[in-house]
């Protein structure tokens, strides 16, 4: 059998076959993402409902930028309503105040509930129902009850018009204007722009290009954190760009390391897997689990994470469809000579190979890069420190088999998140400016959220 990935996507085998239901696991099961980084005394209200969407995430292969918006909204109605009991926090959505009686973990969890089973479209019955049993009945219980869902169902009503729903279609809807010039994105393939030869009318499409016009939670605009223009094709830094992925993320790339081979693919979390927000979400859990976190800061942190995470996605996509901008592989397969570059090393490469699957969306900015900056600088901002040494398994490794056993460590979140964005330089699905305008959008958008959203009262 084909262990690549590309192998396993082609052999058509399906999520049914691999025994996923609706329902998420317990901790201490395998299948649980607490089981893997979380010690049992750690287990908390917030951890066990953010296990169950990170679960949903991969059991219903949620891709990337929908993940993120997945994650924003039951992490804030979770917060919002423990926060109308406990009135900690500051907060720009009006929710208001709950009832004094009501117990904000049963709130926390029925409003966390409510808004996921909004945006996953699974009802989530035997966890609210397994939830709801660990407390005992009686006034608390049922106003915490009343009152989440109330707040859960006011954030659902709330996104309702944010933008999201057309968004989900691959067309482009007019949204973006398309580039014109020898930049352009199309999609990677064998046969996409194969002369001579048929046209294939059927492709991979763009994956969600309005994505990047949903109303966001923490940013002012869609476009606040935008990345600046992308090379000119015919200089000189364009065409270093060109020869550095070309040698270094070919499938049969001579100058990359055995280290940076693992890394690509440690870090590239594709479908039946937390996914990148997922990823740092996980990252948070597994460092904060230990700090002294009260229950309802552990919610607001989460809930800035998963918001963030999800202005992260739009921020991104925003940026990709605004400038449109050529994938790797299609430039070095297919495009160089369009370039009008006169740098000898810009000539076209037919059989050249992205040593991970290129992703069928344009290149700048990187999604990976954002989700990671916003991610390692949002947790160093809750913890007050970017220096924790933190090591562990890829979250999922059913595409990746060559992970089994394999444990990465860091000594910085920074470091983590600087890791995870080069994979796709090393993995060459990526250019070089793709990590470094991203980092900036994200570094920016985590410092913008934590500096202006949920501010402690008094």
Known sequence: MDLSRRGFLASGVSLAALGVSGCVSSYGSKTSYLSQIVEPQNQNTVFYWVDAVMQQVRDQRVAPPRAA?????????????????????DEPFGIGQGPANADPEVAYGVAFATAAAEVFQQPF??????????????????????????????????RTNDGSESSEVN???????????????????????????????TFARPLFPGHGVIKPWTMTSSSQFRAPAFYDPA????????????????????????????????????????????HFIYIGLQVMQDRGFSFIELARAFALLGMTQCDASISAWDSKYAHDIIRPETAIRYRAPAFANND????????????IPTPEFPAYTSGHSTFG????????????????????????????????????????LSQAADENGLSR???????????TAAMASGTAIANHAFANMFNKKG
Do not use: C
């Open 69 to 89: 918006y997945n994650f924003a909204m039951p992490m804030a109605a979770g917060f919002l309503a423990a926060n109308g009991i406990l009135q900690e926090y």
């Open 373 to 412: 900056a916003v991610g390692a600088v949002m947790i160093a901002n809750l913890i007050g420190t970017d220096q924790v040494s933190f090591s562990h398994e890829s979250p999922d490794q059913v595409l990746w088999p060559q992970l089994t056993g394999i444990r990465r460590h860091w000594t910085s």
């Open 125 to 158: 019955l035997f966890e609210r129902t397994g939830f709801k049993r660990r407390f005992p009945d009686g006034e608390a219980k049922r106003l915490g009850v009343e009152w989440g869902r109330k707040v859960g169902l006011e954030i659902v009503k709330m």
């Open 425 to 435: 330089l090393y993995g060459g699905v990526h250019w070089l400016a793709d990590h």
């Open 171 to 201: 067309f482009y809807l007019g949204r973006y204007q398309r580039r014109s010039d020898s930049l352009k994105w199309t999609p990677t393939g064998p046969y996409y722009s194969a002369r001579p030869g048929p046209a294939f009318e």
């Open 344 to 355: 000898p090393r810009m000539t076209a490469q037919k059989n050249w190979r992205s040593y």
């Open 235 to 278: 200089s000189p830094e364009f065409a270093d760009e060109f020869d550095n992925i070309r040698r270094l993320g070919g499938a049969d790339s001579t100058i990359r390391t055995a280290d940076e081979a693992e890394i690509a693919l440690f870090w590239e979390d594709g479908p039946w897997g937390i996914t990148p927000p997922g």
